[in-house]
Nanobody, 117 residues
Framework: QVQLVESGGGLVQAGGSLRLSCAAS????????MGWYRQAPGKPRELVAS???????NYVEPVKGRFTISRDNAKNTLYLQMDRLKPEDTAVYYC???????????WGQGTPVTVSS
């Protein structure tokens, strides 16, 4: 069974940066579209950034120009570079492989990000 382990979250001041990592237990990255999701308190989980197997990226409007998703297939690791963070970016961040409206794998524990104003 594939396991996804997110790390790199923490407490940061507004305007700061964090780099999240997602380590996959199997060699799943090379063949899958992958994405970063987040869930803020009291809100549903949402997809904020995705990268196709071919390397094309897509972002939701609120994070465009500030977040960068990347992948290292050899290391089975997905990354999310987050710059110019805002308090509204506060959430638990998760990675997974989007497929339509669903995801391929069980959710990991996520990594919490708190941005103070």
């Amino acid at each position: 069974q594939v396991q996804l382990v997110e790390s790199g979250g923490g407490l940061v001041q507004a305007g700061g940066s964090l780099r999240l990592s997602c380590a996959a237990s199997g060699s799943i990255l090379s063949g899958n579209d992958m994405g970063w999701y987040r869930q803020a308190p009291g809100k549903p989980r949402e997809l904020v950034a995705s990268i196709t197997a071919g390397g094309s990226t897509n972002y939701v409007e609120p994070v465009k120009g500030r977040f960068t998703i990347s992948r290292d297939n050899a290391k089975n690791t997905l990354y999310l570079q987050m710059d110019r963070l805002k308090p509204e970016d506060t959430a638990v961040y998760y990675c997974n492989a989007p497929t339509g409206r669903f995801v391929r794998y069980s959710w990991g524990q996520g990594t919490p990000v708190t941005v103070s104003s």
